[in-house]
């Protein structure tokens, strides 16, 4: 009686710490919050404010292609559709000379307006014209996100600017979600550079690292019985496999404190490549968007220059 009792505590024990992640916890559709943005203003000075509100003013409050026009960079936000139902946003930053193009893809949970600040200056201070694209159902991005579409929308843009690129240095580079997609483009059209930041190794790793994460404390003895379920396409999605096949210039940035995705993928990642143009860079704080720190963003700007 007492190991039967003892089995079907066991038993209950182990069905309840059986969990489902869905794509939506690592895709999830983030539209622009007016509130969020003015929170961010609070910390900033009088006229970085006023300059900052006014150009969010023109992304959120209208469709106006001129976001800026100034003597160091124009700005503009146009539309790109994929079919007759999906129409995606895209950002185009435009110094006044550039000798590179850079395809930017954003994280999770964010839209353009996160990146704005660091993008006008990698793209003034690099010399590089940047496009940046608002996935499925991010910014004013129609359609629901998901993997299952994002690869072959991130080509049909490609596909779509390509013809502007000319002769100029085609670099693809993603930060945490975005290293996925960024990684995918590098090798699928064989760009001449791959930059990736924070960037996640696998599926299999994050889903590992999310269970860590979720029994730290007493909770750690419940670690033996979580299991973790997802749907099967997710399983696929990976930047080891597509890493080792490109052999172009690969630079990574990783802080070690960075707790989302922990500086043991960016490290996988970095061992696993066949590149020999290769560095990783060990970010020391900041967590996971030490990348955009000022510091740290400055030595990113340098090795693009």
């Not at 100034?70 to 559709?81: E, G, K, P, T, V």
Request: net charge positive; with cysteine; aromatic share 12%.
């Amino acid at each position: 009686m007492k190991n039967t009792l003892t089995l079907l505590v066991l038993s209950i024990i182990i069905t309840s710490c059986t969990y489902k992640i869905n794509e939506k916890t690592a895709f999830t559709p983030t539209k622009y919050n007016p509130e969020s943005i003015r929170k961010y203003c609070d910390s900033c000075s009088e006229s970085k404010r006023n300059m900052f509100l006014m150009i969010v003013e023109k992304i959120t409050g209208t469709n106006d292609s001129k976001i800026i026009q100034s003597d160091s960079i124009n700005i503009a936000r146009n539309f790109f559709n994929i079919n007759d139902s999906i129409t995606l946003e895209y950002f185009e930053y435009s110094p006044n000379k550039y000798d590179k193009t850079i395809f930017f893809f954003i994280g999770n949970q964010s839209n353009q307006i996160a990146y704005l600040e660091n993008l006008i200056a990698l793209s003034i201070k690099s010399n590089s014209k940047i496009y940046a694209l608002n996935y499925r159902g991010y910014g004013q991005s129609t359609g629901i996100p998901s993997f299952k579409t994002q690869f072959s929308d991130n080509q049909l843009f490609y596909n779509f600017i390509k013809p502007n690129i000319e002769s100029k240095i085609p670099i693809s580079m993603g930060y945490s979600l975005g290293s996925v997609f960024a990684t995918d483009l590098a090798l699928n059209n064989e760009l001449s550079e791959l930059i990736l930041l924070a960037p996640v190794s696998n599926t299999e790793d994050m889903i590992e690292h999310y269970r860590i994460q979720s029994t730290s404390g007493l909770k750690k003895i419940l670690r033996p019985f979580i299991r973790l379920k997802v749907d099967d396409f997710l399983m696929n999605i990976s930047n080891v496999s597509k890493i080792n096949a490109y052999k172009n210039k690969l630079r990574i940035f990783h802080a070690i404190d960075d707790k989302s995705l922990p500086y043991e993928m960016g490290k996988k990642l970095f061992d696993i490549s066949n590149s020999l143009d290769k560095k990783l860079y060990t970010l020391k704080s900041g967590g996971h968007s030490a990348p955009f720190k000022a510091y740290n963003w400055e030595e990113i700007i340098m090795t693009i220059k």
